[in-house]
Structures are given as structure tokens and as C-alpha cells.
């Protein structure tokens, strides 16, 4: 079977055909058993049909689950992740010498794709290709075209492994267990290698930390109809073309190596040592973790009129799921900071961890919209309603809302009607050690309303 | 043509209450309040807009969605979620499994009549996923 096949459509329902009781279950039944994203099998013996393989052959491609995409960009990234890891697969498989004994190509539900041959029906003309180096060129393939479609460094984070592995039949054991422990072989070898790799990149951050070689960037942050300029979010990088640096990829190392206090801490040190000219007279958002907030070492008095001699006016931006799980545990801290003179974001919110729970709890300044929502709201009424009733909470609370990742002009326009007063994206400036405000086009004039 | 619109509930009262509002729009309404039922019926003859609740015995709105999204035929079918689950990891779910818009209940009959107009007036408009 040759794996653009696996896509098929189960049954075209056709007023000829009506579908009758018992093909509700089997469309159920397929539903569980083929992934909706990558339209692959979960069930890879389904597809072997009970065959005994003489010399099976398993290429384990798998995403790194190091940088934890999927929590960190959301759902909808790691869709597109998947789409076009599964499609490259498809694209590339049908290329190899041993594509003539192509049994299935499975997903395992999560981060990895299992493609299996009968190794015994190698093509014969064919030079060339070990299974290892099968594997070698379709992660190759992944990584490119990864790039292509994302062009975000995180694809080098998300460390996409392959391994190969040839299991000879052997006629005492069930051939489905024979199978099953071979997926689960492939799986562990690519496990050890990804861990080899996480130890040297704490050791990349180490050096990093200890070179205090973090960097500062500000990005603007405006009001959607004006563009008057409300304040700056101070953002942290890694070593410019370090492979750790954006701070998705510097947290999600940290926190593999333990590393998360001593990261914040130079971050929030990197941040009020180089405040740029432009964002001293404007409010200044700091990202900051529940876990540093209520460490002795940041609440201590000393620490905190420092920051506060630094800059004035510093808002403590916190994550939605930080707040929801964490709360009455800090709730005496919250008070103590507003006491001396800090307010409070939240960030990320409508991300979806906890509803709109946190925001009631923390009551505070500003509600960052989270960019997964921001994105192609204009063409997406569920985002719409989502962040109209995050607009709604906010008036009742006093707070106001910060729509954040603006890209496009049709975003502003749709969060101008909304009602949404400030925003923040690549179109009123990146992020950078000295900011730039641009002031975006559609903007300025007034829009035609149809 | 007179838009078609199918909506599914196992409350009838809902089902026949969302019809009253539609049909006084000029829609051309079905419904059914068995979510097995309601989904043959939408495989074989796919309306212009499913109104579709999401906690049901036997199958849920969320389930049928998937469903419809799997199928050549129904995989761009405008799906409105109305359902009494209105937290923001509801909407969320509706949007993971495809669905083009969320109105909660209870409802206000301008709110469902407004969105099934814009809905069906671009009936080939995808799912989000």
C-alpha cells in the first residue's frame, strides 16, 4: 500500500448508499483509530492484517518532546507541526529502496510516526540506503520542511529524531507483540538519544548563565486606534544565532536541567540593567513566574525598592495557568507587591488552561490576549466570541485588555471592533534593545464600514 | 434557495424552540433529537448549517463534529455549537474539533438568527481546523 493511501476517506455517503445504523459505529470506530490531524492510523496492525513479516523494518521518526511545543505555541502550531511532518513522510517514503515493502505509517498519538516495511521486499535494482540512512534522510526531509513552513529557530529545539531498527520474525512469539515490542524499541532508542542531547544543551545554558549572556529586547505596546504608546514588554533573549536564543527555548531547557530560578533571576536583572530611554517614562511589563515571585530572594525589600528605583511603573505579567493552579498560595504576595507599588497582567489568557477563574482571582490591570487567539481572529468567529466575553470580563473587573501578536492589518481592524484598546505585534514594532514604534496603515484612516 | 438549516438536541422543546426561531427567518429547518439519528441524516443529505448541541447520550456535539470534519462531503459544512457549556476551554474544544462558531445557552433568538444568516451565507467557508 503505498502511504498517500492511508488518507482515504472511509465511505462516500451517497443518497444511493444511506447510511444505516450500524455505520455510525464504524465511522465512530474509525475516528478513534485514525489521527484527524495527520490522517494517519493509531493502529498500525490493522494494517498488517494479522501477517507474520519475515524481517520487519521500523523507522521511528519523533518531535522532540523536550521543548514541549504544543503547551508552549498551542494547539494549533503543533497541528501544523504534525500536518506537515506527516506530509513530508508521505512525500518521501514512496522514494526509498525500500518503498515496495511499505506495510503502514502510524502515529502514536503524540509526538512520533512509525513508518514499517517488509524488508524483504527490498527493490532489487536499488544501491544505496541502509535503513539507517532511510531514517537519517526522512528526518532530513522533516527538518526542511519544517523550516519552510514555520521558520521559527524552535525547529532546531524541537530536536526531530530517527531511529531505525530491523526485527527479524521469530515464529514462537505472536506477531503482534513481535510488532508491538518493536514500536516500543524504535521509541526507547530515540528517547536515550534525545536525552544525550538535553544534557548537552544544560550545559549550553549553564555556560550561558554563568556568562550572564542574556539579552534585554523591548517591545511596544500601543493603543490599537492612536497608536500612543502605553508601555514596553520586556522580553529576554540568548546570544544572538545561539542555538537557545528565544526564551521558549531557554525555559524549556531550564526546566529540564533545573535550572528555572537561576534563569529568572538573570532575567529580571538583564531586564532593569538595560532599560532603553524610550521606556522610562512608559509602564514597563515584566514576565514573571509564580515560582520567583514568592522566593524570599525577589521579595526581599531590598531587592524589590531596587526594581522599583530602576523603573516606576512595572507591571508583573503572569501566565494564565500559573495563576489558576497557584493561587491562594500566593495570595498574600500579590498583596505585598501591590503594596509596593506593582501591578498586575495577565497573560496568555484565553489559552484555554483554566477559563476565566484566574482573572476573577488576580483582579488585575491588564489581560493579555494570548497570539493563538489574536491570530486570524478576523476569519474565526469562536476566537471572536472568545475574546468578546475576555473584553467583557475585563470591564466588570476595571481591567483592560492587551491583544497581543498583531500582524495584520484585518487583525487590528477586527480588535478595533471588538472594542480592544491596546495591542502589541510585529505591526506597531518588534522587539529590540532600542524599539521603534511603526504606525500601521490601516490604522490611521478611518475604515470604511460595510 | 432557502438556506437549510438541521439542528440537533436531545431536548425536543430545544430542538423545536431553535426551528421556531429559524423558520421565522425564512430558513428552511429539520431537526431531530437523537444525535445518532441526526447524523445520518446529515451524512446523507448535508443542510447548509448544523446547529448542534453538545451533551447528548449516545454520541456528543463534539463527537459528530469530528465526524463531519472526516467526511468529503460534510468536511466545510458550517457547525454552530449551542450549548450550555460556555466556559473558554468549551469554545476551545468546539474549535479543536472543528466547529465554525459557539453560541451559549440560553440564547437570544436576533443572537442565533444573526449567526445563521452570516453562517450560511458562506456555507463553503472550512471548519477552523
Given at each position: 500500500m503505498k502511504p498517500t493511501q492511508r488518507r482515504e476517506p472511509l465511505r462516500i455517503v451517497s443518497r444511493e448508499a444511506p447510511v444505516e445504523a450500524p455505520e455510525i459505529e464504524k465511522l465512530r470506530l474509525e475516528s478513534l483509530l485514525h489521527d484527524p490531524v495527520t490522517g494517519l492510523t493509531l493502529h498500525p496492525f490493522g494494517d498488517l492484517k494479522g501477517e507474520r513479516v519475515a524481517n520487519l523494518g521500523v523507522i521511528y521518526v519523533q518531535l522532540g518532546r523536550f521543548a514541549g511545543v504544543e503547551s508552549l505555541y498551542g494547539w494549533e502550531l503543533y497541528d501544523r507541526i504534525l500536518r506537515v511532518t506527516a506530509a513530508s513522510l508521505r512525500e518521501d517514503?514512496?522514494?526509498?529502496?525500500?518503498a515496495p515493502g511499505f506495510l503502514t505509517m502510524s502515529f502514536n498519538g503524540s509526538d512520533g510516526v512509525f513508518v514499517l516495511f517488509d524488508?524483504?521486499?527490498?527493490?532489487?535494482g536499488k544501491k544505496g540506503g541502509t535503513l539507517e540512512s532511510e531514517a537519517a534522510r526522512l528526518r532530513l526531509g522533516v527538518i526542511r520542511r519544517l523550516k519552510q513552513a514555520l521558520g521559527r529557530s524552535s525547529v532546531d529545539l524541537m530536536h526531530v529524531h530517527a531511529t531505525a531498527l530491523a526485527v527479524p520474525d521469530d515464529p514462537r512469539v505472536r506477531p503482534g507483540r513481535n510488532v508491538m515490542r518493536a514500536l516500543a524499541e524504535a521509541s526507547r532508542l530515540a528517547d536515550a538519544r534525545e536525552s544525550g542531547e538535553k544534557k548537552s544543551f544544560v550545559e549550553r545554558l549553564k555556560a550561558i548563565l554563568s556568562g550572564r549572556k542574556l539579552r534585554a529586547v523591548f517591545q511596544p505596546i500601543v493603543a490599537v486606534k492612536t497608536g500612543q504608546v502605553l508601555g514596553y514588554e520586556a522580553l529576554i533573549r540568548g546570544?544572538?544565532?545561539?542555538?537557545?536564543?528565544m526564551p521558549d527555548d531557554l525555559f524549556a531547557v531550564a526546566r529540564d536541567g533545573d535550572l528555572l530560578l537561576e534563569l529568572e533571576s538573570l532575567c529580571i536583572e538583564t531586564v532593569f540593567s538595560s532599560l532603553p530611554r524610550v521606556a522610562r517614562g512608559k509602564r514597563l511589563f515584566v514576565n514573571a513566574s509564580s515560582r520567583l515571585l514568592t522566593h524570599s530572594v525577589f521579595l526581599d525589600d531590598r531587592n524589590l525598592a531596587e526594581m522599583k528605583r530602576a523603573h516606576g511603573d512595572v507591571v508583573l505579567e503572569l501566565s494564565e495557568k500559573e495563576v489558576v493552579f497557584n493561587y491562594p498560595a500566593f495570595r498574600e504576595v500579590v498583596a505585598r507587591l501591590r503594596a509596593a507599588g506593582f501591578g498586575f497582567a495577565i497573560d496568555d489568557a484565553g489559552s484555554g488552561y483554566s477559563g476565566l477563574e484566574s482573572i476573577v482571582q488576580l483582579r488585575p490591570e491588564y489581560v493579555k490576549v494570548a497570539h493563538t487567539l489574536v491570530s486570524g481572529l478576523q476569519a474565526d468567529r469562536i476566537k471572536r466570541e472568545i475574546i468578546g466575553s475576555l473584553a467583557a470580563l475585563a470591564r466588570r473587573i476595571d481591567a483592560e485588555l492587551i491583544a497581543e501578536g498583531i500582524e495584520d492589518p484585518a487583525e487590528l481592524a477586527s480588535l478595533e471592533d471588538l472594542g480592544v484598546p491596546w495591542g502589541q505585534g510585529f505591526l506597531f514594532g518588534r522587539p529590540a534593545a532600542r524599539p521603534v514604534v511603526l504606525r500601521p496603515p490601516a490604522a490611521k484612516p478611518a475604515r470604511p464600514r460595510s | 434557495m432557502t438556506p437549510r438549516v438541521f439542528v440537533v438536541d436531545d431536548d425536543p422543546a430545544m430542538v423545536e424552540a431553535v426551528m421556531a426561531v429559524l423558520v421565522h427567518d425564512g430558513f428552511e429547518v429539520d431537526g431531530a433529537s437523537d444525535a445518532a439519528e441526526a447524523l445520518r441524516i446529515v451524512l446523507r443529505n448535508p443542510p447548509d448549517l448544523v446547529v448542534l448541541d453538545v451533551?447528548?447520550?449516545?454520541?456528543?456535539g463534539w463527537e459528530i463534529c469530528d465526524i463531519l470534519r472526516r467526511q468529503p462531503r460534510t468536511a466545510g459544512l458550517p457547525v454552530l455549537f449551542l450549548t450550555g457549556r460556555g466556559e473558554v476551554a468549551d469554545r476551545i474544544t468546539a474549535m479543536q474539533v472543528g466547529g465554525t462558531d459557539h453560541l451559549t445557552k440560553p440564547f437570544r433568538a436576533e443572537d442565533l438568527r444573526a449567526r445563521a444568516r452570516v453562517l450560511t451565507g458562506r456555507s463553503a467557508t472550512k471548519g477552523v481546523r
Open positions: 517514503v514512496p522514494a526509498s529502496p525500500f524488508l524483504a521486499r527490498r527493490a532489487p546570544p544572538q544565532d545561539h542555538e537557545l536564543e | 451533551n447528548m447520550p449516545g454520541l456528543t
